[in-house]
């Protein structure tokens, strides 16, 4: 499984890095890491998902020009979030995965820009949020099934004897 879930966590680093400024969706870059700490969450639970989620958003801080350590910090409250939360909302299902991935978006935004002003970094608050979120929710709703395939893979544990 650990092996399996750094595949995944690297992949989604380099296609954040690589991929999603070529996929830009309304003026705004997918953010695939958020997906991940959103789908991480959703997938196994709210301990995981916080681990999870601060791989991630340590990978988010490596390729952004914020204070190290703002992503990491906002990615694991949501993946803990996600997953304390992730099914007791919404019945399991397609449904609740695209609201997961909606709310859990807009959820990860507001922490990193709230966290980032109450940091000191206030040029966030000057950011298009209401466009920035749409944008991010709705490339993140399209892309929640891949997110949910990936972890579901990354989380697969193997049982002595169990067939496949």
């Known amino acids: 499984m650990r092996v ?16 999603a400024p070529q996929l830009r969706f ?3 870059t997918p953010a695939l890491l958020v997906l991940v700490a959103i789908a991480g969450g959703a997938r196994a639970g709210p301990e995981l ?6 791989v991630a958003g ?20 949501l993946g803990w979030g996600v997953g304390h939360l992730h099914g007791r909302l919404v019945a399991p299902g397609r449904l609740s995965r695209a609201v997961s991935a909606a709310l859990g978006t807009a959820a990860g935004v507001g922490l990193f820009v709230g966290l ?13 949020i209401g466009q920035l ?18 972890m579901r893979w990354a989380l697969e544990i193997e049982l002595p004897g169990a067939r496949r």
């Open 49 to 54: 998902g916080a681990k999870i989620g601060f």
């Open 4 to 19: 399996r879930l750094g595949v995944v966590l690297v992949t989604a680093v380099v296609a954040q890095a690589a991929v």
């Open 26 to 28: 309304l003026g705004a």
């Open 58 to 77: 340590l990978g988010m801080d490596l390729l952004v020009q914020t204070p190290f350590g703002l992503w990491a910090l906002s990615a694991t409250l």
């Open 116 to 128: 980032g002003s109450l940091l000191g970094q206030e040029h966030l608050l000057n950011l298009p």
């Open 133 to 150: 979120m749409l944008s991010l929710m709705i490339a993140n709703v399209i892309l929640m099934p891949v997110a949910v395939r990936a």
